[in-house]
């Protein structure tokens, strides 16, 4: 099978390149450092020649409501545009867990692309998971200084390796629509996970944890990021991928 992997060059796109490699499949990489721009379209058409299966990873660092949104819209109707053209048949995204319930500037966007895949042409599959481990690794460095500001957000974290590997399992059948959410084996707290991180593995920082101001910060550190049915769940728990070298 010929899988396009868009943002194929991050954190979880790497991990799903290679997996899918693994398993057989024929992969062509969806980024700029592959001639491709996915907010224009520039490149995607030839790079989608014979592709059955393209699997959506990509991402904008930001905050702004605006600015997720907009992405995420322009790309996913870039991606969907393109795969109809082309002939794709299945159009895989990677969400996340409490997008729908959770009023963060970013996950705005995240929604938006949900809703534009599975109402586009290509039949999709939305899979929500929840935040990895790396995120809490990813807070400390986001500001440099001796201090990390992490939010309070209580979650069920899984390593991005078995969601990379869910991505490709999903990505080899049928479009499934919404798919059960995936989540870690166990509930944690990320600001204790990143003081954890920092111990273990540097930068060394003194870890704040403070709550995001009003209904948002009180929706994820009440709960509203964990998962609220069944669905696959991660073996490898925090302990085990923090002894990793």
Do not use: C
């Not at 396009?4 to 390149?17: M, P, S």
């Not at 590997?165 to 990505?171: D, M, P, T």
């Amino acid at each position: 099978m010929r899988v396009a992997v868009a943002g194929g060059t991050g954190l979880i796109g790497r991990l799903i390149v290679e997996q899918a490699r693994a398993a057989g499949h024929e992969v062509v990489i969806l980024s700029r450092s592959h001639g491709v721009d996915l907010t224009t379209g520039a490149g995607l058409g030839d790079a989608l020649r014979g592709t059955e299966v393209v699997i959506d990873v990509t991402n904008v660092d930001t905050l702004s409501r605006r600015v997720s949104v907009e992405f995420f819209e322009r790309v996913t109707r870039t991606l969907a545009d393109a795969g109809e053209r082309a002939g794709v048949a299945h159009h895989v995204v990677l969400s996340i867990v409490g997008v729908d319930r959770v009023g963060f500037g970013y996950y705005q966007g995240k929604l938006r692309q949900e809703q534009l895949a599975l109402a586009g042409r290509v039949p999709a599959t939305v899979l929500r998971a929840t935040q990895f481990f790396e995120f809490a690794g990813q807070s400390l460095a986001r500001v440099p200084g001796p201090v990390a500001v992490v939010p309070r957000m209580s979650g069920q974290p899984v390593a991005a390796a078995e969601v990379a590997a869910e991505l490709v399992r999903l990505a080899a059948g049928p479009a499934r629509g919404l798919a059960p959410q995936m989540a870690g084996p166990e509930v944690l707290e990320m600001s204790a996970m990143a003081r954890r991180v920092a111990k273990a593995h540097g930068p060394r920082k003194l870890v704040i944890g403070l709550p995001l101001p009003g209904a948002t910060g009180r929706a994820m550190a009440g709960g509203g990021l964990l998962p609220t049915g069944p669905g696959p769940r991660g073996t490898t728990t925090f302990d085990q991928w923090l002894a990793k070298p």
